[in-house]
C-alpha cells in the first residue's frame, strides 16, 4: 500500500482549519502564522515607518467599462455603440456618468465620493489591466502564437491570476503571503499574522510560511460563548490548558496543541488592543463593507499597541458576475462600494493615517463590451481604482483602449486585450511596502517580460502611481 506523506505545514494548515470542529469560530481557524519560522530567514532591518496595503476584492467580474468611461466624443461613440443597451448615459443631469478630472472620462454616476476623491488627489484609476504572462497584439492572440493565462475567462482560474501574481500556473500562494514570508519577521509581533483578513482564509495572503489572521466586522475573534465557556466554567478552562500544555513526544500533537494555544493568545491579543481604540468621530454605514473597513481603520490604530510596521488586509465583496441586471445590479453594489471607501478615506485622515494606506479595488476581469440581452459575459481587460495618501491621484494610467467594435484589442466578441499586465501594478505596490526590488521577479515570475526588472526602483516603478516620496 502506498501512503502519502503529510507535509508538516500541510499538517499546519489543516489543524487549524480542524479548530472549528472544536467550537472556534472561523476566524481562529487561521490566527497562527509561523513567524518563528521566518525571523530566521529575515534579512531586511525592521522598518522605522508604518504601511498598509488594503486589497478590496470585487468577486464575480465588475464591469470596468461601466467604471471608468469615455464621456465626450467619437470615444463616446464608440463605447454607445459597443455596449448598446447597457450603456450609461454620459448626461450626468439624466442620472448619467459623474465627470471626473476634464471632464473627457466619466465614473459610475453611484461614485459620487469617488468623484471628489478623484478631482482632489486621492484617487487614481489603472485603465485595461488584466493578468498577462507576455505582451500580445490581437493578431498574435488570434493566431495563438502568444501564451495567454490558464484558463482565461474562468472565474476561479483568474480569481486566483490577482490573488497569486502567476497566471502561467496553478498555485495556491499568494503575492500578499510571500511578502509576509520575506519581510512579515520585520514586525515586532510574531504571534500575530500581518496579513489579516475580514472575510476568511484567502490565497492571497497564503505564503510559504504565513498565513492570514482572520477577524470579523465586530473584530470577535474568540471562539462563540468564549465568556460562558471560559470566564464561568474555570475547571473547563483549567481542563483544557492542561491538555494543551502538555508535553507531547509526537510533532503533530503538539503542533496541534501549540495551534490551540498560540490562537487562544492572539485572540487576547489582538481584542485587548482593539477595545483600547477610542471611538471614531468619522460614522460608517451599517452595511457589513463598510463595518469592515471599520475595523481596519481599528487595527491601524492600534498598531503600536500591537507592534506592526507592515500590514496587509483582504476584503471580499462579492455578486459583481452580472450577466443579467446589470444597470441596476452594478448600480446598487457601487453605492456600497463608494459608501465604504469615503468612509475610509474619511477615518485614516482622522487618525493621521492616510499618506500610510494604499487601497486598491480590484476584480478578477472584466465583461465583454457586447451586451448579451440584459448583461454582460466574462472578458479580460478592466479598469481599476486605487486611493490613498502616496497615490499621485487624478490620473487615469495605462492605456486606455478604443471601444469600438473590431478595434485593435477587441476579440473574443467584446473581450479586451490588456495593456497593463496586473504584474506592473502589483510590483509597484510591493516595491512601495518595502519589498526588495531583487525580489520583485520572485513574486511575480513574469514582470521581466514587460519591464527591464534591473531598472525598477522607486525612482523608476513600473507604472508612476505611487508616490515613493
Known sequence: MKRNKLKRRDFIKNAA?????????????????????????????????????????????????????PKTGTAYADYANSRSNVALSNDENAGGMLPIGS???GIHPSLTDLQTQY????????????????????????????????????????????QTGKPHIRTNIGWGGEIA???????????????????????????????????????????????????????????????????????????????????????EEFEDAIDQVPEFSTQF?????????????????????????????????????????????????????????????????????????????????????TSNGNGTDHAWGSNVMIMGGKVNGANIYGTYPSLAINSERYVHNGALIPTTATDSMFSELALWFGVDQSDLTTLFPNLGNFHNVNEISPSNPPIGFMDFS
Open 285 to 369: 454605514s451599517d452595511f457589513y463593507i463598510s463595518q469592515q473597513f471599520k475595523m481596519i481603520a481599528k487595527t491601524i490604530a492600534a498598531r503600536d499597541t500591537l507592534g506592526f510596521q507592515r500590514q496587509i488586509f483582504f476584503v471580499q465583496y462579492g455578486g459583481w458576475d452580472h450577466h443579467n441586471n446589470l444597470l441596476d445590479g452594478q448600480a446598487d453594489k457601487m453605492i456600497n462600494v463608494n459608501n465604504a471607501i469615503e468612509e475610509f478615506n474619511q477615518v485614516l485622515k482622522e487618525i493621521g493615517m492616510f499618506d500610510n494606506v494604499a487601497t486598491y479595488v480590484i476584480s478578477e476581469f472584466g465583461r465583454r463590451l
Open 119 to 162: 478631482d482632489n488627489g486621492e484617487l487614481a484609476f489603472i485603465s485595461n489591466i488584466g493578468a498577462m504572462i507576455e505582451p500580445m497584439t490581437k493578431e498574435e492572440y488570434n493566431a495563438g502564437t502568444k501564451q495567454i493565462p490558464l484558463g482565461l475567462y474562468s472565474h476561479s482560474d483568474q480569481f486566483k491570476h490577482w
Open 181 to 267: 514570508d520575506l519581510i512579515g519577521s520585520n514586525n515586532s509581533n510574531t504571534t500575530i499574522s500581518m496579513n489579516i483578513s475580514l472575510s476568511g482564509s484567502n490565497i492571497f495572503q497564503y505564503g510559504n510560511d504565513s498565513i492570514e489572521f482572520s477577524i470579523n466586522q465586530d473584530g470577535a475573534v474568540k471562539p462563540s460563548g468564549w465568556d460562558y465557556t471560559w470566564g464561568h466554567h474555570p475547571q473547563r478552562r483549567a481542563a483544557t490548558d492542561s491538555i494543551l500544555h502538555a508535553v507531547y513526544t509526537d510533532m503533530y500533537r503538539k503542533t496541534y496543541a501549540d495551534i490551540f494555544k498560540d490562537s487562544i493568545a492572539a485572540a
Open 17 to 69: 482549519i480542524a479548530c472549528m470542529g472544536f467550537g472556534l469560530s472561523h476566524p481562529l481557524s487561521s490566527m497562527t502564522n509561523l513567524n518563528k519560522i521566518t525571523s530566521l530567514l529575515a534579512k531586511n532591518p525592521p522598518f522605522q515607518d508604518y504601511k498598509v496595503m488594503v486589497y478590496f476584492f470585487l468577486q464575480g467580474g465588475n464591469d470596468g467599462f461601466n467604471t471608468l468611461m
Open 103 to 105: 471632464g473627457d472620462y
